[in-house]
């Protein structure tokens, strides 16, 4: 399913086989946490900014409209009208940073919904059965996110208990994908890397789910308040350990610098709704940095938010005329600004792959790193 094309040191160029379509890697999964991306963005919109993978949220949609709902209703590809490839996040990270008040035990989590309060079980087994009744092509293991930091003790336990969440969550896929109203037969399940910032319990908990032989791995539990350079080596360490025929996904991150570097080290999947969040206050990302486009200065600016962009926004409306919808509070402000972000870093992904291709993405990195993280 997972063919390196090229590397270049620990960098690969790379192309994963989904049943609605291949990933050319390494890729930026777009995020539609309930089936679709906040900031009025259509499966329409996606396909003409590049967008390769959707990404939706298990927790969110068991919420509302309910699983069973898309189910019913063909699966998310059928529901959102997405035809490329999609994959559901477990739903763990939901679970233990939304719920106020929560219950762990071996068999899974009980917790109070954020919406209305009311009582939710979610483990292995019923995070299985709402990523099969969504239909997605890649669904992730049920795991939990631990706060970081917490002692070494605790993440040593919580990484045991994660991977025999794991081989539940891999006998439950199996027997779901035997009924005949599966969704999406080809739905596959990946395994997530947790350890929070020990280096020796991340190296452990990654050979340990390695040797289950699964189509790909995350690692979880970063970007969560560490800093850069402890992350950084947290991907070295895992990496290490990790399967070279399979993909490895980061989740979370992050800025485009984080993205450079994560790719220079081996990472091949990212996702993260800060170029969406952003947008819809007003921070944009451009080819010269970052712009917080409610600036008075840019009130009578008549050109594109990037003059090297080619999105369908930069071709069009001027910086000004953003500006000016974002301030009156009118959605299209939110819906042309979270357009260009996505489309800013789905094409500093393409921009990854082609200077991969040529084997200079480690000049191409080193001269981008700084440039786009400095605010204008």
């Not at 699983?67 to 035809?83: M, N, P, R």
């Not at 919406?115 to 669904?139: V, Y």
């Not at 795991?143 to 917490?150: A, F, M």
């Not at 009118?330 to 991969?356: C, P, S, T």
Request: proline share 3%; with cysteine.
């Amino acid at each position: 399913m997972f063919k390196v094309l090229k590397t270049e040191g620990k960098a690969r160029l790379g192309r994963y086989d989904t049943a609605h379509g291949s990933i050319q890697t390494p890729v930026f999964m777009n995020v539609g946490t309930q089936a679709a991306i906040k900031g009025a963005l259509s499966a329409a919109d996606l396909e003409n900014i590049g967008c390769q993978v959707l990404l939706s949220n298990t927790y969110h949609l068991h919420l509302r409209p309910g699983d069973d709902t898309v189910h019913a209703l063909g699966g998310l590809h059928s529901f959102s009208t997405w035809k490329g490839p999609i994959l559901t996040d477990s739903g763990g990270f939901q679970v233990f940073s939304l719920a106020a008040l929560r219950n762990i035990k071996e068999e899974g989590v009980t917790f109070s919904a954020h919406t209305d309060g009311h009582k939710i079980f979610m483990g292995p087994e019923e995070s299985m059965k709402i990523q099969w009744n969504l239909g997605s092509d890649i669904a992730m293991a049920f795991d939990e996110c631990v706060e970081n930091p917490s002692t070494y003790e605790y993440v040593r336990r919580s990484c045991s208990r994660t991977y025999r969440w794991l081989e539940r969550c891999r006998a439950a896929m199996d027997e779901l994908h035997k009924r005949e109203d599966t969704v999406n037969p080809g739905q596959v399940l990946w395994g997530i890397n947790q350890g929070g910032i020990y280096h020796d319990l991340r190296a452990e908990h990654m050979k340990r789910i390695a040797e289950l032989d699964l189509p790909g791995y995350a690692i979880g539990g970063l970007a969560v308040g560490e800093t850069a350079d402890v992350m950084y080596s947290i991907i070295e360490t895992v990496n290490e350990q990790a399967p070279i025929d399979k993909p490895r996904y980061l989740m979370g991150v992050g800025t485009p610098a984080n993205i450079l570097e994560a790719v220079w080290r081996g990472v091949d999947f990212f996702d993260c709704v800060m170029p969406a969040r952003n947008a819809r206050h007003g921070h944009i990302f451009t080819s010269r940095g970052i712009i917080n486009i409610n600036n008075r200065k840019y009130a009578e600016d008549n050109r594109p938010i990037d003059e090297n962009c080619g999105c369908p926004v930069c071709r069009r409306y001027s910086r000004a005329y953003v500006r000016h919808l974002i301030r009156s509070g009118e959605m299209l402000g939110m819906r042309l600004a979270v357009m260009h972000n996505l489309y800013f870093y789905n094409d500093l992904m393409a921009k990854i792959r082609a200077h991969l291709e040529t084997g200079d993405f480690e000049s191409f990195k080193n001269s981008q790193v700084e440039v786009l993280s400095q605010r204008i």
